[in-house]
């Protein structure tokens, strides 16, 4: 009952400083994040890092069949525009499904764990193991899933995309993604970062504007509580993957004036 009140009762946002925080946010912080809209119940940190109850997060939104396999959350901003892309797709015989939107800290270290397994038949070394799993995916913490505002589309497997059908996917959201805000995040030919990955898309609105920010705050975040943990460079990750995005999102930003720190 009280979560709902407090549901309610915000709209606009001061961030409530929780005790069990790391790095508190205070209204210094809340200026310069400017217009970014986040529940009063959740640190800055914490949603950076996906740290919170989405259940109860008010930007967010449950969501399933027919748009996403299985139940899952998103930020309702970003489902809406996925909604409109999608009717558009379906229209060309396109049917685009969310196998995966927004992940809290804990769904990030099943899947690193997963990985971390995978790579540790075939690697020894546990620096080799973090570089090889980091061809894919973000250690906990670090994760662009956390924001509620990407999506990875019908399959994460670069075989399916391959296919027929996977190729007919990739071309229609190459060509008309961008109508509705998204970018695919991860695009070829960059020199640095994860491997191309083709299904995953970011809805630039948000993620613009979150990526004004995060580093100032996330920089600093100690990540933990998983294999190989301690083998993770937070800091070289944001330089040398999380940032290694899509060359038009940033342009795109650059234009807008909005930096990336
Ligand atoms: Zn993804």
């Not at 525009?81 to 995966?100: E, P, T």
């Amino acid at each position: 009952m009280l979560y709902n009140g407090l549901r309610n009762g915000c709209s606009i946002m001061v961030f409530y400083v929780s005790l069990a925080c790391s790095l508190l946010v205070s209204d210094i912080a809340a200026a310069q994040v400017g217009d970014f809209k986040q529940s009063t119940h959740i640190t800055l940190v914490n949603f950076l890092t996906g740290r919170f109850d989405v259940e109860n997060a008010v930007e967010f939104t449950k969501i399933g069949y027919p748009y996403a396999i299985r139940p899952m959350y998103l930020r309702s901003d970003t489902f809406a525009a996925f909604k409109s892309m999608r009717a558009a797709a379906l229209k060309d015989g396109v049917n685009l499904v969310i196998v995966s939107g927004f992940r809290s800290y804990n769904d990030q270290v099943r899947i690193w764990e997963r990985n971390y397994k995978r790579v540790s038949l075939s690697e020894t070394d546990v620096s080799d193991r973090v570089k090889r799993i980091l061809y894919y995916s973000s250690p906990p913490g670090v994760s662009r899933h956390h924001w509620g505002c990407e999506v990875d589309l019908n399959s994460v497997s670069p075989y399916y995309f391959n296919t027929t059908e996977g190729k007919k996917v990739a071309k229609w959201l190459m060509t008309h993604a961008k109508r509705f805000d998204f970018y695919l995040t991860y695009n070829e030919g960059r020199l640095k970062g994860f491997k191309s990955e083709p299904w995953q898309y970011s809805y630039y609105p948000t993620a613009s504007k979150i990526m004004s920010f995060f580093r100032l705050y996330i920089s600093a975040v100690n990540v933990d509580g998983f294999k190989g943990s301690h083998a993770v460079d937070v800091a070289k990750i944001l330089d040398e993957y999380i940032i290694a995005i899509n060359p038009e999102i940033l342009k795109r930003m650059q234009l807008e004036g909005k930096i990336v720190y």
